[in-house]
């Protein structure tokens, strides 16, 4: 499938000027740094789409002004991200093997996503196919689809953060222009966790639930109905499998290293290593403990 690339750096006016409310609430160094980024990205041809804070406004209408940048990009690009960002006087590291790199200066910094942390949502040619045009820092890109942006952001479900809020501040904007058929191909044998959202949103905004439709929650429940049916195949003892952890990666540990629980993100079942779960495991525990009173911290070893 061919990847539409963002708009070329010819044809972009590097004067142009930037929308006054992003000079007002984005300090200048900071823009400095993404539209660098942006520029350098663009001239050397090298494609990205860019998520969060923007592309929220896009797909829901909801404006948030962080001090990050999202660009989500395909895997095999980031040695040539890599290089590009030290060409530009930038260093661009990993955060983490599995999904995230970062460019990080003390004026703020630039995550370079290529799929998620559980790893179920990779960054692949259908991002770039069906990405929507838009501009940011008055430049012209294109930003993630609605349909990627709800399947990676309907696994966050932390203890200190949960994306549900933003899965239906999305449907409420655009459930009569979501490719459903998509969508449930996205999910896949996760469609639970779609389900999840869609019975959610009915109940957040009861008077909207017909926009969601009927077809995908009459599919979504056939499902559900065929599993509970008499003589319906059940997961035996020797197969106790924990989903928890494509939800949180901290929270459902409990089961996998005390209860006998298989982690759902390990190879074959997801797409991690046990290397990969344990570093990334590792990375939420300190995370955790850095964010708790310091007389609630765990004491170092």
Same mark, same amino acid.
């Given at each position: 499938?061919?990847?539409?690339?963002?708009?070329?750096?010819?044809?972009?006016?590097?004067?142009?000027?930037?929308?006054?409310?992003?000079?007002?609430?984005?300090?200048?160094?900071?823009?400095?740094?993404?539209?660098?980024?942006?520029?350098?990205?663009?001239?050397?041809?090298?494609?990205?789409?860019?998520?969060?804070?923007?592309?929220?406004?896009?797909?829901?209408?909801?404006? /948030?002004?962080?001090?990050? @940048? #999202?660009?989500?990009?395909?895997? &095999?690009?980031?040695?040539?991200?890599? =290089?590009?960002?030290? $060409?530009?006087?930038?260093?661009?590291?990993?955060?983490?093997?599995?999904?995230?790199?970062?460019?990080?200066?003390?004026?703020?910094?630039?995550?370079?996503?290529?799929?998620?942390?559980?790893?179920?949502?990779?960054?692949?040619?259908?991002?770039?196919?069906?990405?929507?045009?838009?501009?940011?820092?008055?430049?012209?890109?294109?930003?993630?689809?609605?349909?990627?942006?709800?399947?990676?952001?309907?696994?966050?479900?932390?203890?200190?953060?949960?994306?549900?809020?933003?899965?239906?501040?999305?449907?409420? /904007?655009?459930?009569?222009? @979501? #490719?459903?058929?998509?969508?449930? &191909?996205?999910?896949?044998?996760?469609? =639970?966790?779609?389900? $999840?959202?869609?019975?959610a949103f009915g109940f957040i905004y009861p008077s909207e639930r017909h926009r969601i439709p009927p077809f995908v929650m009459?599919?979504?429940?056939?499902?559900?109905?065929?599993?509970?049916?008499?003589?319906?195949?059940?997961?035996?003892?020797?197969?106790?499998?924990?989903g928890g952890t494509l939800l949180s990666r901290l929270q459902y540990l409990i089961d996998i290293r005390e209860r006998g629980?298989?982690?759902?993100?390990?190879?074959?079942?997801?797409?991690?290593?046990?290397?990969?779960?344990?570093?990334?495991? /590792?990375?939420?525990?300190?995370?955790?403990?850095?964010?708790?009173?310091?007389?609630?911290?765990?004491?170092?070893?």
């Amino acid at each position: 499938m061919a990847i539409r690339r963002t708009t070329a750096l010819t044809e972009i006016d590097r004067a142009r000027p930037v929308p006054a409310w992003v000079a007002e609430v984005i300090p200048p160094e900071t823009l400095d740094l993404y539209r660098k980024v942006l520029f350098g990205l663009i001239e050397r041809k090298i494609p990205f789409l860019v998520g969060g804070a923007y592309a929220m406004t896009h797909h829901a209408g909801i404006e /948030r002004h962080t001090r990050d @940048l #999202d660009l989500f990009v395909r895997r &095999e690009t980031i040695p040539a991200i890599e =290089r590009a960002a030290a $060409e530009m006087g930038l260093r661009a590291h990993e955060f983490s093997s599995h999904w995230l790199w970062k460019i990080t200066t003390d004026a703020g910094y630039v995550d370079l996503i290529w799929g998620s942390g559980n790893a179920a949502a990779p960054v692949d040619d259908e991002w770039f196919a069906r990405s929507s045009e838009s501009e940011v820092f008055g430049i012209p890109v294109l930003l993630i689809p609605a349909e990627e942006m709800i399947w990676s952001k309907a696994y966050i479900q932390e203890r200190e953060r949960f994306d549900g809020a933003d899965v239906a501040h999305i449907l409420l /904007r655009r459930a009569e222009t @979501l #490719d459903w058929e998509h969508l449930l &191909e996205r999910f896949g044998s996760h469609w =639970r966790v779609l389900l $999840e959202h869609l019975v959610a949103f009915g109940f957040i905004y009861p008077s909207e639930r017909h926009r969601i439709p009927p077809f995908v929650m009459r599919e979504l429940i056939s499902r559900l109905q065929d599993e509970s049916a008499p003589g319906a195949d059940a997961a035996g003892d020797d197969d106790k499998l924990c989903g928890g952890t494509l939800l949180s990666r901290l929270q459902y540990l409990i089961d996998i290293r005390e209860r006998g629980y298989r982690d759902a993100r390990l190879v074959p079942t997801g797409a991690m290593t046990q290397d990969q779960i344990d570093a990334w495991s /590792r990375l939420g525990e300190q995370e955790a403990a850095a964010s708790l009173p310091f007389n609630q911290r765990p004491a170092k070893s």
